[in-house]
């Protein structure tokens, strides 16, 4: 069998084998034969050789060996490249060849770079370039982060609704146009306003002569500019659709979203998703290696702030039971067991919740058999566990049978609660509009510990009469 | 503003008030006004407006509406269900209805419906079909689940390369195709090995009468039948290709896994790292609401069974210090918080790591960097919690300065030691071929619970002398 899941791996080990290579040319200086090298490769491999020397040989060759590749490689190349290292790459090289990359990039990558650059080097690219393209890039660079108009790109084919087949694809050979956005051609009337969408697939199928106007998709799926990106791919999942039209407020497109970049919105929202789940705020997208300490330690402080706060209230229950606590000191080694147990089983609902929510498969309406549903499941996990811990507390640690009732009834309370609680809770928060992924890991845990610990002492004092 | 944001708000409103229709429709009985509403929708939508029918007058009614539509509208319409609603469609329709969707579906939406039937309608099936067919229908089913032979599809556009741009393009107005799967069509040498890729794209584009041989790419990404669909899913975000071809173990081309496919790879591998770190085991793939109890229990009873044995440890630490704890009995207050406090921080940093390593932006190489990065922000983190709650114990709990250290000196050292292992399992999980997400949430809270109780006691000793 093994020689046969070659490919993956052998793909990556010949990337490795290259790499190497590289890196010995460069130290022998022998530069043109490096480039040769390079040029073997996929420009997403180059971008990413070209990252590797930079991080080890210093970011002068790299640019060096960027600035020695033909030129239509080194615009892909640029394409490929972390926004971090495009900015880079901007401020070591010349002005004609600043130019030459801006004129070359697909304009939704023109934009992106634009964005991170300080504002004096947009001003002075801005400056060399037409009056109509400018304006352009300007209406661009005011869309909201986030939203359909920052992903989207203008350069889409249009077509007239009376034009024919052949027409049609005379005027997409014409025009050209880059990769993935052309094989979805969108059909405008006079004033710009979208009236349907043509597959390329379907021009190329189809009769020469008939009429575009007849044969085009008018249920045609689109988006407002402002919309959310989370949302847009959102769409792009449920439909499967290559790319998605995005109009303006009259109606009049303005761009079209392709898959390629739903893929970066799905990885970023995903990120996100998991950072709140896991009690991080905001990494600023940036990776884990290039977000500075002080980066990170905002990222992290305000929540690890946040829920000490709760465990002052925490400590608050622990103080009021602290008479009934010395009497029976062997309460306390249990104590750690039940808030755990309670933070782990609330977890499980919530991250369970949580992605439900995110994929669609649940909704705050389904609060009701949410509910039932958890709470026959912790019935039964909460009772296995305690019959566990019964057997250990009498028989191992020797402690009298009332001690482990007291453990074994808080257990399975705690349980319940804390699985019902996890479930509700980030529904709770989608209803109040906030990220329901707020609502587990930590959070939960600092929840079900103060939930744990009142049940654990009043179900104690209870039985214990202390 | 708010005009602005209409469309996907809209869409969904306007999605709602026609269920809503159709729902009085069906109570009334007018089945085929019923019908006419809902081919006004788009194939996906109607697949789920038939899904919330079937919850909401049973199966019986959502069939029956399923079967008065137009016949190839039913076949779309069936190929967006789910999984488990298809083989309800299957077990109730009549074996012409049966047959007229599995000859009509997308080779690879069929295969993906034979595999979850049960095997005597499999066989009832494939009875009807012809050998050839089946042949290749049961080579399909071998393919193992998560390799890139269960994605793919068999129907591709294939090419030679001594033909012209006009016969490559007559030869696909002539096969017709699907979808998705015309936009990148295969050159194959007479052996069925791949040997170059052409995009439709550049079919269009390029001149009648250039070879394809001449203008194909040969340095395309391929993958194994047995790759897995994990690997397969990073080509995609890595590259951002549209479709990518399989091999056999003879470089044969066997079939193309499609972009479409691989937003459900996807969603699927973030469900499952969201659920390990949530300390949940495995969902088999069901939603939460299609999960029975007992499934539900079996994805969490384990993980809750091994951490509550990690807490039968953390109960023998406290055991072992009881002595110490009841003469100092308000060190026992504080347990919560640096418990609490250690599992946040070690989560913190298991989530950006786990994280990091998805994304392909940390190695597990990168130990070193991480430790060193790690460390710093945890003495700043740990020195603000810190200083706090000295305030707070002193001040506001009337405790002992003596106390105050020791929980503090506790709280940095707890921080400090929680992020470097939070940061560090993962990595070594990795390197030893277990899945990284599996090491956080819980699993680091049982640890750092473990690590915190030792600090804490060690230095109340030391320091009050207890």
């Known amino acids: 069998m093994e020689h046969l899941e070659y490919t993956i791996e052998e793909r990556e080990n010949e990337l490795e084998e290259r790499q190497k290579r590289i890196f010995e040319l ?16 996929n420009e997403v491999d180059i971008a990413e050789i070209l990252q590797e020397v930079g991080d080890e ?54 934009i992106d770079v634009l964005e991170e650059l300080p504002a004096n080097l947009v001003d002075k690219i801005l400056e060399k370039t037409p009056k109509a393209e400018r304006r352009r890039i300007n209406t661009f660079l005011k869309y909201k982060e986030y939203s359909a108009g920052s992903l989207m790109t203008p350069d889409y084919i249009n077509l007239r609704k009376e034009w ?147 465990y002052f209230i925490t400590g608050g229950i622990i103080q009021s039971f602290e008479n009934a606590l010395s009497s029976v000191i062997c309460l306390v080694t249990y104590m750690p067991m039940l808030m755990g147990t309670g933070g782990n089983s609330g977890t499980q609902a919530s991250t369970l919740i949580i992605r439900g929510m995110a994929t669609g498969d649940v909704e705050p309406s389904d609060a009701i058999l949410v509910v039932w549903k958890e709470l026959r499941i912790s019935i039964i996990v909460g009772v296995c566990l305690s019959l566990i811990n019964y057997l250990r507390i009498v028989f191992m640690d020797g402690q009298p049978p009332m001690v482990a009732t007291v453990v074994c009834l808080s257990m399975i309370l705690i349980v319940v609660v804390a699985k019902i609680i996890g479930a509700l809770l980030p529904m709770g928060a989608k209803l109040i509009k906030l990220d329901p992924a707020l609502m587990s890991g930590p959070m939960m845990a600092s929840i079900t510990d103060m939930i744990s610990l009142m049940t654990y002492f009043t179900i104690a004092k209870t039985l214990l009469n202390i």
């Open 26 to 41: 460069l130290e022998d200086k022998k530069y043109f034969q490096c480039r040769d090298e390079l040029l073997s490769c």
């Open 57 to 110: 040989y210093g970011t002068q060759k790299a640019i060096m060996l960027f600035r020695i590749l033909p030129k239509d490689t080194s615009v892909e190349v640029f394409a490929n490249l972390d926004v971090d290292e495009q900015v880079e790459v901007i401020n070591l090289i010349t002005d004609p060849e600043i130019q030459y990359i801006m004129d070359e990039l697909d304009f939704d990558d023109m």
């Open 164 to 310: 024919t087949v052949r027409q049609a694809l005379d005027h997409i050979k014409e025009v050209g146009m880059d990769s993935e956005t052309i094989y979805t051609c969108y059909v405008l009337d006079v004033g710009r306003k979208l009236i349907g969408i043509m597959s390329l697939r379907a021009l190329v199928i189809q009769d020469d002569d008939l009429i575009i106007g007849d044969i085009m998709r008018s249920d045609y799926i689109y988006v407002h500019v402002d919309d959310d990106q989370e949302e847009l791919s959102e769409l792009f999942k449920k439909y499967g659709y290559l790319a998605i039209p995005v109009v303006d407020s009259e109606g009049r497109l303005v761009g079209i979203v392709t898959f390629d970049d739903i893929l970066d919105v799905i990885e970023e929202e995903t990120t996100e998703d998991m950072e709140r789940m896991g009690g991080v705020i905001d990494s600023e997208d940036k990776d884990y290696l290039d977000l500075s300490v002080m980066g990170h330690v905002k990222a992290r402080l305000p929540w690890l702030m946040l829920l000490m706060f709760s």
